[in-house]
């Protein structure tokens, strides 16, 4: 779990990213699988989320599975979430579903995704 308490490099969380990661976003009805697309959101969460006050209040470890509590501002709005995450036997993620509220943060993280993830795609094309 150093990736989340430090840095979040992407070759850090390529390392730690099953193949077949399944990836549970609060702005994506249905579950993303596969490693791309999940480094594609956590990258996308990373730049609007991981502000200068992003910071992880809480941390509950039940061996191979966690939920990390995190608070975050964004555009004057307070975002409070979870991040829920569990591993296989080799310690590599295999699920990663994140939860936000209050409804105002979901439409304030929806927004910033949104325009992030169309600016990540445009750079690809």
Same mark, same amino acid.
């Given at each position: ?30 579950? *993303? #699988? /596969? ?10 969460? /990373? ?28 555009? /004057?709005? *307070? ?21 936000? #509220? ?21 750079? #690809?094309?």
């Amino acid at each position: 779990m150093d990736y989340f308490h430090g840095d979040h490099d992407a070759a850090a969380l390529d390392a730690i990213l099953h193949d077949d990661v399944v990836f549970q976003s609060p702005i994506v009805h249905t579950p *993303q #699988r /596969g490693k791309p697309i999940t480094m594609m959101y956590l990258g996308a969460a /990373g730049e609007t989320l991981g502000n200068d006050s992003f910071r992880y209040v809480r941390i509950f470890d039940c061996g191979d599975k966690a939920v990390l509590e995190f608070e975050t501002e964004m555009d /004057g709005v *307070q975002v409070n979430g979870i991040d829920m995450i569990e591993w296989d036997e080799a310690g590599l993620i295999t699920d990663f579903k994140v939860m936000v #509220r209050p409804l105002k943060a979901i439409e304030t993280v929806h927004a910033s995704m949104k325009a992030m993830l169309e600016s990540m795609k445009a750079k #690809r094309a």
